[in-house]
């Protein structure tokens, strides 16, 4: 299942429709920044696991952590443990994008047109969920380290073609490419993950 499948899902779905109600949205609004979002997380871990030393810290949190149970119980969780979810997504946010938080966040909000204010709590709610679903990919493919790249390029597959409506690499917006190569995740991911 790549991307644009899980995003169209039952589970996709219930993100939305819970999101929305938690924040104060309309259904349109929390799916188009949860079709943004998804797809950044994604990106985000993509090149984390690009090192060996971010692959494996990766696993491992997929192993002891994230190992897709949460997606089991996802709407108890979205109605009762949103404070829960939201501190370990802010956690996991910290660890794929550090100081570039505030530029993903905002490349969102422009691009969405939703405030900051709640694309922030949005992302902090997703990335658990991004995790748990990654976990559970990564267990029915029985992938290790070495293979989390492959699995997350499939996973982002359709979406960074621009199938799921602008693509990841447009996702975020010139403003954020400082170095005009067509690619702001560069540019955002680059400065703590050391630059490639």
């Not at 190992?67 to 997504?89: A, P, V, Y």
């Not at 422009?110 to 267990?139: C, D, F, H, W």
């Amino acid at each position: 299942m790549d991307l644009s499948e899980l995003l169209n899902s039952p589970i996709g779905q219930s993100i939305v429709k819970s999101v929305a109600g938690q924040l104060g949205m309309n259904e349109g609004e929390a799916s188009g920044v949860v079709n943004m979002a998804v797809p950044a997380i994604l990106a985000g871990m993509t090149r984390n696991a690009q090192s060996r030393d971010g692959a494996e810290s990766l696993n491992k949190a997929l192993e002891s952590k994230h190992d897709g149970s949460l997606l089991n119980n996802l709407s108890g969780m979205l109605q009762g443990h949103t404070e829960e979810l939201q501190q370990d997504g802010n956690g996991i946010l910290g660890h794929i994008f550090g100081n570039k938080l505030p530029a993903v966040e905002q490349g969102i909000s422009q691009k969405t047109g939703v405030s900051m204010n709640k694309i922030a709590p949005l992302l902090a709610m997703l990335a658990p969920i991004v995790m748990a679903y990654l976990g559970k990919e990564k267990r029915q493919a029985n992938t290790g380290a070495g293979g989390l790249g492959d699995l997350l390029g499939g996973l982002l597959g359709n979406s960074q073609q621009g199938k799921s409506g602008g693509g990841i690499m447009d996702m975020l917006g010139s403003a954020l490419d400082k170095d005009g190569d067509g690619n702001p995740l560069n540019d955002i991911l680059g400065g703590f993950l050391g630059g490639r």
